[in-house]
């Protein structure tokens, strides 16, 4: 059974930082890309990284590049995402999400991802 736990979320205020893990079980890490969403009350689900199996490609949107950073520790089974100059609008519930494989891994359809953690809240005040 494949288990991906968050965490990491808080509190921070705007121009702060967070940064959040990821533990993964029950899958061969090395052979699943990664990605990370986020979700906020009433709004959609929103793709916000994605990593490659070995670690060495990583993309993301316009809304947080340049300010979020994806790695992945494939010894540890874990996945990371460094949080930089947050603002209001990175408020949301983050989610860690898995698919195998690296075809389509630039993929931000939250569809396409099988397995999914169960979140972490990040909330940034002003």
């Known amino acids: 059974q494949v288990q991906l736990v968050e965490s990491g979320g808080g509190l921070v205020q705007a121009g702060g930082s967070l940064r959040l893990s990821c533990a993964a079980s029950g899958l061969s890490f090395i052979t699943y890309t990664l990605g990370w969403f986020r979700q906020a009350p009433g709004k959609d689900r929103e793709f916000v990284a994605a990593?490659?199996?070995?670690?060495?490609?990583?993309y993301y949107p316009d809304s947080v590049k340049g300010r979020f950073t994806a790695s992945r520790d494939n010894a540890e089974n874990t996945v990371a995402l460094e949080m930089n100059s947050l603002n209001p609008e990175d408020t949301a519930t983050y989610y860690c999400?898995?698919?195998?494989?690296?075809?389509?891994?630039?993929?931000?359809?939250?569809?396409?991802?099988?397995?999914w953690g169960r979140g972490t809240l990040v909330t940034v005040s002003s």
């Open positions: 990593i490659s199996r070995l670690g060495g490609r990583t």
């Open positions: 999400a898995a698919r195998y494989g690296d075809d389509n891994w630039r993929t931000s359809r939250s569809s396409e991802y099988p397995y």
